[in-house]
């Protein structure tokens, strides 16, 4: 992947639904990436409030700007995977994702792509907006781990960048997947599934957007009361657990030949679909290999222990 002078082509696919106030917005912080040769695609799932015609404006006076109506999507991972699995990328030289109510930095994508000549994928840390107080710094770059994959992205999926060849290869592997239509998030799916196929993932410790909280976001930067209530409730009740086993089976099924840690992976997953004695000390064996941060660590290993994941 050699550097040159000329702008990379980079594709950036966005998901978008009743997009409101911010919607513009993010669309500027996107068109305005400076030393990059930018288009972008847009997805709509059925917004009501004037988004699909907002962009179906822009994508007519803007060619830089592509809006698909064809399909639905019906969920905003679902809407994600529509936009990787049928957008036309034509001759992108790396992509990414963006959601449609944040602020990218001007130099996000430039920043990125010097990353990309190192690595195959990357992803960041962002700073959390809040309308009310001062952005927070949201760290994701803590050291990944043997199977963080399993419980966790590699940071929000709108920091995400992947050269053209890693992101065709990880499209083409989950396509077909009986249970795609069963992920919960499309960000957590596309870091997992290049673990396990031996794609190379740089996490930046250097923020590249303002990653907005309101009270609509799909996922947030968990902080405060109420969304760690929320992130208990899913941890104890089943649900997390459920979504890891489906992330778990696809990896599963896609790894690549090579993939040293196939074996014990299988054990894994298979230890998250069922919830019993040996499958939980199989989990709490391995718990320190499951999430970068030390807290989500110890807070994983105690549910475990108790039994209450």
């Given at each position: ?140 770059s803590q050291p990944q781990r043997r199977f963080d994959f399993l419980f966790e992205s590699a940071g929000p999926g709108c920091t995400f960048l992947l050269h053209r060849d890693a992101f065709d290869r990880i499209t083409d592997a989950v396509r077909a997947h009986p249970s795609l239509s069963d992920i919960a998030a499309h960000d957590w799916l596309f870091y997992a599934a290049a673990r396990v196929l031996g794609i190379s993932w740089h996490i930046s410790d250097v923020p590249t957007m303002m990653y907005r909280q309101h009270s609509e976001n799909v996922t947030g930067a968990n ?87």
């Amino acid at each position: 992947m050699p550097q040159t002078d000329r702008a990379p082509k980079i594709a950036i696919l966005m998901a978008t639904y009743n997009g409101g106030s911010f919607l513009s917005t993010q669309i500027e912080s996107v068109l305005a990436q400076r030393r990059v040769d930018i288009r972008l695609v847009i997805a709509d799932d059925g917004s009501t409030d004037g988004t699909a015609e907002y962009v179906k404006t822009l994508a007519e006076r803007d060619p830089r700007v592509t809006l698909i109506t064809a399909g639905s999507g019906g969920s905003a991972p679902k809407n994600f995977m529509r936009l990787a699995l049928h957008a036309d990328l034509r001759d992108a030289e790396a992509v990414g994702f963006v959601d449609q109510d944040d602020i990218w930095l001007a130099d996000k994508l430039d920043q990125q792509w010097q990353l990309l000549q190192q690595h195959e994928a990357v992803s960041s840390d962002v700073l959390a907006m809040f309308p009310d107080r001062d952005p927070v710094p949201l760290v994701k770059s803590q050291p990944q781990r043997r199977f963080d994959f399993l419980f966790e992205s590699a940071g929000p999926g709108c920091t995400f960048l992947l050269h053209r060849d890693a992101f065709d290869r990880i499209t083409d592997a989950v396509r077909a997947h009986p249970s795609l239509s069963d992920i919960a998030a499309h960000d957590w799916l596309f870091y997992a599934a290049a673990r396990v196929l031996g794609i190379s993932w740089h996490i930046s410790d250097v923020p590249t957007m303002m990653y907005r909280q309101h009270s609509e976001n799909v996922t947030g930067a968990n902080m405060g009361v109420a969304p760690r209530a929320k992130r208990f409730k899913q941890l104890t009740n089943g649900d997390f657990r459920a979504q890891c086993a489906v992330v778990g089976r696809i990896a599963v099924d896609i790894a690549a030949d090579d993939y040293d840690d196939s074996e014990l992976l299988v054990n894994l997953t298979g230890a998250l679909e069922r919830q019993h004695m040996g499958a939980n000390w199989l989990l709490s064996k391995h718990a320190g290999e499951f999430r970068r941060r030390a807290r989500d660590r110890r807070i994983l290993r105690s549910l475990i222990a108790t039994g209450l994941f």
